[in-house]
Antibody, heavy 115, light 107 residues
Framework: QVQLVQSGAEVRKPGASVKVSCKASGYSFTTFDIHWVRQATGQGLEWMGRMTPDSGHWISAQKFQGRVTLTRNGSITTAYMELSSLRSEDTAVYYC????????WGQGTLVTVSS | DIQMTQSPSSLSASVGDRVTITCRASQSIYSYLNWYQQKPGKAPKLLIYAASSLQSGVPSRFSGSGSGTDFTLTISSLQPEDIATYYCQQSYNTPFTFGPGTKVDIK
């Protein structure tokens, strides 16, 4: 069955960067885009961007342009989301999800930004 | 960016009630509209895609309708396990924006 397993919780200071991984299994990794969605505590869902594993091409929401980078390592079927210049407002659970519509989701990774 | 709105923001209903949630897009998105259910502490789950197609494994009491700018999610007979927050999402144009969510409770 399809599984997306994300890396564990992270704590960072303001101004630092964080890299979250998303290990995919149970399907052909290069066939479906990987999307990233975040959710601040008690808030709604926010689409951040998507990456096409076959080509490595990615796009992000304008809000995150210049701060987010989406990559992948096809040999280990893992996608990555790196967010830089972190601020307190970036404290959230970050999800990876497969395809659009978002059929399968990772379990989420809590990123806490605190001095 | 396409803005998505939902109404109501929350509702309370009795078990067995018919529940309807509305989602509106700021421009036509044809049928590129998806619905997700999220329970506390869990990842969202896809319920409906392409406005009215039921995702495999989702109970048939869930249904979706609409096209263009106005969409609805209906739960024909509310069950205790349907307590959750429901989000619509447009997949017509990036960024694939979500609605603010509708929290459903049991009365």
């Amino acid at each position: 069955q399809v599984q997306l397993v994300q890396s564990g919780a992270e704590v960072r200071k303001p101004g630092a960067s964080v890299k979250v991984s998303c290990k995919a299994s149970g399907y052909s990794f290069t066939t479906f885009d990987i999307h990233w969605v975040r959710q601040a505590t008690g808030q709604g869902l926010e689409w951040m961007g998507r990456m096409t594993p076959d080509s490595g091409h990615w796009i992000s929401a304008q809000k995150f342009q210049g701060r987010v980078t989406l990559t992948r390592n096809g040999s280990i079927t893992t996608a990555y989301m790196e967010l830089s210049s972190l601020r307190s407002e970036d404290t959230a659970v970050y999800y990876c999800a497969r395809a659009i519509p978002l059929e399968d989701w990772g379990q989420g990774t809590l990123v806490t930004v605190s001095s | 960016d396409i803005q998505m709105t939902q109404s109501p923001s929350s509702l309370s209903a009795s078990v067995g009630d018919r529940v309807t949630i509305t989602c509106r897009a700021s421009q036509s998105i044809y049928s590129y509209l998806n619905w997700y259910q999220q329970k506390p502490g869990k990842a969202p789950k896809l319920l409906i895609y392409a406005a009215s197609s039921l995702q495999s494994g989702v109970p048939s009491r869930f249904s979706g309708s609409g096209s263009g700018t106005d969409f609805t999610l209906t739960i024909s007979s509310l069950q205790p396990e349907d307590i959750a927050t429901y989000y619509c999402q447009q997949s017509y144009n990036t960024p694939f924006t979500f609605g603010p969510g509708t929290k459903v409770d049991i009365k």
